[in-house]
């Protein structure tokens, strides 16, 4: 069974980082593209990021580039979204979604994923 599982958010203050992680179950990681999108009430969902499969190729929101990292641990199939020095408004549910078939152009779209996480809560404080 695939499955995406996110965890690792929480209330930190603004500047301040957290590490979000999503787990692949069943399948490697290495071969299913992970991305993260976040949603505040009463707003869609948003793209954050997105890690393609098979190697090391990101890409980021405007919103979060230069701020926000992926990376991958592929012995524990857990791909990694590091938020460093972040803002009031990065306050938000954070998904992590995956796909074995997503492409590049369509990345960006919530439909492009089959797998889901719980979404875990990041709130931050100014």
């Known amino acids: 069974e695939c499955s995406a599982a996110g965890v690792g958010g929480g209330l930190v203050q603004a500047g301040g980082s957290l590490r979000l992680s999503c787990a692949a179950s069943g399948r490697s990681s290495r071969t299913r593209t992970t991305a993260w999108f976040r949603q505040v009430p009463g707003k869609e969902r948003e793209f954050v990021a997105v890690a393609f499969r098979g190697g090391s190729t990101t890409y980021f929101a405007n919103s979060v580039k230069g701020r926000f990292a992926l990376s991958r641990d592929n012995a524990k199939n857990t791909v990694y979204l590091q938020m460093n020095s972040l803002k009031p408004e990065d306050t938000a549910v954070y998904y992590c979604?995956?796909?074995?078939?997503?492409?590049?152009?369509?990345?960006?779209?919530?439909?492009?994923?089959?797998?889901w996480g719980q979404g875990t809560q990041v709130t931050v404080s100014s």
């Open positions: 979604a995956a796909s074995e078939t997503v492409i590049y152009s369509t990345a960006y779209r919530e439909s492009s994923y089959d797998y």
